[in-house]
């Protein structure tokens, strides 16, 4: 009897000894934030400050359809138009500095469909664009000049998916996958060797309030439902069914930190969602549409959850890096329009509204 | 003697004014038919028939096209494929110059379905259709469910036809824009 109770102090004393992870595991690592303060008690309107459409100011390019937007350290915006299949570069004050790209099979040429392209870009910390062509499958690198630099096909089964929007390249240049094995989630470099993993977990699931359908519980089919982000020495993994965000620096051995992110203003939104959609079995509805960190202090980062129930505001959820809720954020649309936030940069928000491209500020109080 | 030559002078000439109007009768009868054959109108040709309904029954004809306002005109039809191509792209140049421009879209489809098309596909412009489709497809010449793009300002007409490239729309609103400038 003594023995037996002797035994776990030896083994704890030992680990102590010789700074081993008490259970023995990938996630050990894994620091969950207590109690982030997750409160909607601050709210903050966002008033439309410029509109970009159509006309550049030049003859050759004009904005007909902005699919996806992505700034760069300079404070510039690109922008990716999916009638044209173009990126185009526009500086600090929104002027047309140059653009690339065309429909086609060439190096630098995007697959067009009837709708026409569905590429994400991402201008990493190295300063390339990396293009991600979902209908091809192919993720394609360019230079800031435009020029085509290489391209890494996704098709094959043993190569890696990216998550739908790329964004997960560092200084260096190197860019993260993600795989996925049962409910384990391995980020792997390009050469798959892992970097880290996380498990999932069905207590994250805990918010619903329905035993979840097996929609959801493929919760880490990583295309759609996974956000990587890879700002400064840091990378933010967001998953989007059970809104779980990691953030883990990218120096080895350091901790890395996971927030359950479910306010409960957002729950009780994505819980009366998850209700209209119950009728279709297979329906699938993210808790937080995207994630984007601010790339002016990297100290926040923003999650959009879309409009409220009745329809008057578009809600924009402020959270700082140890995860508490710092404000939100919201903005009313005419109505049958909705803005897809994509970006904050130079103390604007970026979304796309229909054909154009909309820029926010905060509304400033009077006093 | 004299005569003589006079008269057959005079035949002579008569003969050939003959043959010169006859010829130019064949030729003129013969352009029309080339031109019946092509399957929109010529830049300067006329447009006789324009009468076009909305859902609320408003109606707007041939008169409209001479006021002031540049007119962007877009026609098709549900069913076409090339027409589903080019949405996007209307919608999204109806956008750019909703200021600058008029913009129509006429769907030559029966009026139901057309106008419920209208609401399905978020379109950026009113939408009307024909009061007598047959005749407006005779009038216009579009003999296949073909899509057109017009720019109709000052008389002058600037059509594309069919799928429309990224190129061509740079160039139609190169032009709305040049035409815009010269006001």
Not at chain 1, 3 to 11: A, L
Not at chain 2, 107 to 131: C, G, K, T, W
Request: with cysteine; charged share 25%.
């Amino acid at each position: 009897m003594l023995k037996t109770r002797i035994i776990p102090i030896q083994i704890l004393i030992l680990n102590l000894l010789l700074g081993i992870p008490l259970f023995s595991g990938n996630n050990t690592d894994i620091v969950l934030n207590p109690k982030p303060n997750l409160i909607e008690k601050n709210y903050g309107e966002l008033i439309v400050h410029r509109t970009i459409c159509g006309d550049l100011g030049n003859d050759d390019v004009y904005l007909f359809s902005p699919f996806d937007l992505a700034g760069d350290a300079d404070g510039h915006l690109w922008v990716f138009d999916n009638l044209q299949a173009r990126v185009i570069h526009l500086d600090k004050n929104l002027q047309y500095i140059s653009s690339f790209g065309r429909a086609g099979n060439g190096p630098d040429g995007f697959s067009r469909g009837s709708m026409g392209c569905f590429v994400h870009i991402h201008v990493g910390q190295d300063r390339h664009i990396y293009a991600n062509d979902i209908t091809k499958k192919v993720l394609k690198v360019f230079n800031p000049s435009g020029d085509y630099v290489n391209s890494v096909p996704y098709r094959l089964p043993d190569i890696p998916e990216p998550p739908t929007s790329f964004r997960a390249v560092d200084k260096k240049g190197n860019f993260y996958f993600l795989i996925r094995k049962g409910n384990r989630i391995f980020v792997v470099n390009r050469a798959r060797k892992p970097y880290f993993d996380i498990q999932g977990e069905k207590a994250d699931f805990g918010f619903l309030y329905f035993k979840p359908s097996q929609a959801f519980l493929t919760y880490y089919q990583i295309p759609e439902k996974t956000d990587v982000f890879v700002l400064e020495e840091r990378m933010y993994l967001y998953l989007k069914n059970s809104s779980v965000l990691y953030i883990r620096p990218l120096e080895k051995g350091t901790s890395c930190r996971r927030y359950l992110l479910h306010p409960k203003n957002a729950l009780r939104i994505y819980q009366t969602r998850l209700e209209e959609i119950k009728k279709w079995p297979d329906s699938y509805q993210p808790f937080f549409i995207h994630f984007f960190p601010d790339l002016d202090s990297g100290k926040h980062f923003y999650l959009h959850l879309g409009r409220e129930p009745d329809g008057s505001r578009n809600l924009l959820y402020k959270f700082s890096n140890d995860g508490n809720l710092d404000e939100v954020l919201f903005c009313r649309d005419p109505q049958g329009s909705f803005t897809r936030f994509r970006l904050k940069m130079n103390d604007t928000f970026y979304g796309i509204q229909d054909e154009k491209i909309m820029l926010y500020k905060e509304k400033q109080d009077d006093n | 003697m004299k005569r003589r030559e006079n008269t057959a002078i005079t035949l002579v000439i008569a003969v050939c004014i003959a043959f010169n109007v006859v010829t130019a009768a064949l030729f003129n009868h013969r352009l029309q038919k080339i031109r019946k054959n092509i399957p929109y109108l010529l830049e300067k040709e006329k447009i006789r028939y324009f009468h076009l309904v909305d859902r609320e029954g408003n109606v707007i004809n041939h008169n409209t096209l001479h006021e002031d306002t540049p007119r962007l005109i877009f026609i098709f039809s549900t069913p076409c494929n090339p027409c589903n191509k080019n949405l996007p792209f209307w919608n999204s140049v109806a956008g750019i110059f909703k200021k600058k421009v008029k913009t129509i879209g006429i769907i030559l489809d029966e009026p139901n379905s057309a106008f419920n098309f209208q609401e399905r596909s978020h379109l950026n412009f009113p939408v009307f259709v024909p009061e007598d489709i047959s005749r407006f497809r005779q009038e216009m010449r579009i003999h296949l469910n073909l899509a057109q793009t017009i720019f109709y300002a000052d008389g002058v007409r600037y059509l594309q036809l069919g799928v429309l490239e990224p190129e061509s729309v740079t160039t139609l609103c190169n032009v709305i824009k040049s035409h815009n400038r010269g006001e």
